[in-house]
């Protein structure tokens, strides 16, 4: 692995970078204490070309491959985590589509996906079950030329806005199928969002599937091949996640590093007290050691490979340095860190939400510990 970025790659990070600081960031806080979704920015990243970065010209996308995603998601999820998981989300039924879609698929779903005219989801978690896909219930049966799909599904994210689900269904026979839904169909619902802690705005609600009739030119794969589908497809979720953790933590660590300088105690900034600069020391190496498993788990992807385990490691691990460095960032702004005016309030909840979504903690373990055994 070469660890110097081409001069495309530093152009794309460093365009991002400008983008959010001057058109994400200032709309953060708004977007955390309204939970509103923010429509104008998810066009604005499309047209940019963000929403299908890994993903060929021929099939609508911008061809920097998952590194120049990785690059571009961080520099969004720190300035705005919700807004970087509008475009991480919209990436995985992309991935489903660009690993397992016919041709035709992939011209009708997967590039306007990609080019930003079109905002996706995916629909897996139900009442019962976020963790385990052998207790979904949601049921596909045949009907004439297509499927009828009937189920509850449980937070799902852009739901309200999304204009294309992927959704994993039980079939007649064994195992998953996994289909588009055209969220205009009759019989797709969404509730009121969930007044989730943080990545507020992402539009997370409950969707019931009231009898959706899909065509059979929406089946992704073949028949009984939705949990293949899926691992692959939240393979990519969960390296989406795996940056979101990082880029929260930078940001925790910037804000850190700027509070420590001006705060004073004692008639001197607290930037110079050594307990503080442990903290700062510990945010800094646990994030560079995140970000290069982040990194290396994209640079993997570039080369066609299998990320299963890699994404796992990046998630739990990413997750872990998010959710601590947030908490060491709280303690260096003391009381006033605490506050909702403080940008560190808001990356502190943020940061637990990479701990549970796309997977829990114990899931990724599982599937670590499982691969190391087998
Ligand atoms: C903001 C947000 C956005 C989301 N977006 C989406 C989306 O777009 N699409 C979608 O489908 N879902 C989405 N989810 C759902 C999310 O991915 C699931 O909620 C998550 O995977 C956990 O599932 P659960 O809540 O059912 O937890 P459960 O499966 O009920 O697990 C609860 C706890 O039990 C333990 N546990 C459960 N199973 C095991 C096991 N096998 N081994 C060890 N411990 C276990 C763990 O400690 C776990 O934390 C979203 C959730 C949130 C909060």
Request: glycine letters at 10%; a negative charge; proline letters at 3%.
């Amino acid at each position: 692995m070469d660890f110097n970025f081409s001069e495309q790659e530093k152009m794309l990070q460093k365009m991002a970078r400008d983008f959010a600081i001057k058109s994400v960031r200032p709309l953060a806080a708004e977007i955390d204490s309204s939970g509103q979704f923010p429509s104008a920015l998810a066009k604005e990243i499309g047209k940019r070309g963000y929403q299908g970065l890994p993903y060929p010209a021929q099939c609508g996308g911008s061809g920097v491959g998952y590194l120049g995603y990785a690059l571009v998601l961080e520099q969004l999820c720190q300035a705005s985590m919700t807004v970087g998981a509008i475009m991480a989300i919209n990436t995985v039924p992309q991935e489903a589509i660009f690993r397992f879609g016919s041709e035709q698929q992939k011209q009708a779903f997967l590039s306007p996906l990609a080019r930003g005219e079109l905002l996706g989801g995916i629909a897996f978690t139900e009442a019962e079950t976020g963790s385990d896909p052998k207790d979904i219930t949601a049921a596909s049966k045949k009907n004439g030329d297509g499927y009828v799909i009937t189920g509850q599904k449980q937070f799902v994210a852009l739901a309200p806005v999304a204009d294309l689900l992927l959704v994993f269904a039980r079939g007649e026979g064994k195992g998953l199928n996994a289909f588009i839904i055209d969220t205009s169909s009759d019989g797709y619902n969404v509730r009121e969002p969930c007044q989730t802690m943080g990545l507020r705005g992402l539009g997370t609600s409950v969707v019931y599937l009231d009898e959706v009739y899909v065509p059979w030119q929406n089946l992704i794969g073949k028949e009984g091949q939705g949990f293949e589908i899926l691992l692959e497809a939240i393979s990519l979720g969960r390296l989406g996640v795996a940056v979101e953790g990082i880029a929260v933590a930078q940001a925790a660590l910037e804000f850190s590093l700027g509070y420590a300088r001006q705060r004073k105690a004692s008639g001197r900034p607290i930037a110079q007290l050594p307990t503080i600069q442990w903290h700062l020391a510990e945010m800094a190496s646990r994030i560079e050691a995140g970000r290069w498993l982040v990194y290396r788990t994209a640079f993997l992807r570039d080369q066609g490979l299998d990320i299963k385990y890699e994404s796992s490691v990046a998630k739990l691990f990413a997750s872990q340095v998010a959710v601590e460095v947030t908490r060491m960032a709280m303690q260096v702004g003391g009381s006033y860190g605490t506050m909702k005016t403080m940008e560190v309030e808001r990356l502190y909840r943020d940061a637990k939400m990479t701990e549970i979504y796309v997977g829990v903690s114990e899931i990724q373990r599982n599937i670590i510990a499982e691969h190391l055994i087998e």
